[in-house]
């Protein structure tokens, strides 16, 4: 079983800047592509961002130039830097992770979920 569990969410000021973390944990032998959805109230949960296994990063129009995707294999942590925040930012953030497990010799590939960090951005 792995588990991913995000942090950084709060509250901020349009134009300012927040750092989310997203770790892993679990009986993990590999994270494969990785991705940052969010869901605003009465709205479709959409990707924000992607990276793969190798950390080729790809965004949705929305945050281009402004969030930044980047992972430490090491760590099993992913990181979404989010400056020139906007209201229209305000949701609530879901990490998501492929990841390869292995449990004695059987390896398999699941979808996973964290639990979701709020993000507002309001004066």
């Known amino acids: 079983q792995v588990q991913l569990v995000e942090s950084g969410g709060g509250l901020v000021q349009p134009g300012g800047s927040l750092r989310l973390s997203c770790a892993a944990s679990?009986?993990?032998?590999?994270?494969?592509?990785m991705g940052w959805y969010r869901q605003a109230p009465g709205k479709q949960r959409e990707l924000v961002a992607a990276?793969?296994?190798?950390?080729?990063?790809n965004y949705a129009d929305s945050v281009k130039g402004r969030f930044t995707f980047s992972r430490d294999n090491a760590k099993n942590t992913a990181y979404l830097q989010m400056n020139s925040l906007k209201p229209e930012d305000t949701a609530v953030y879901y990490c998501?992770?492929?990841?390869?497990?292995?449990?004695?010799?059987?390896?398999?590939?699941?979808?996973?979920w964290g639990q979701g960090t709020q993000v507002t951005v309001s004066s």
């Open positions: 679990g009986s993990i032998f590999k994270i494969n592509a």
């Open positions: 990276i793969t296994s190798g950390g080729s990063t």
């Open positions: 998501n992770a492929e990841v390869t497990t292995v449990a004695g010799f059987r390896f398999q590939r699941s979808d996973y």
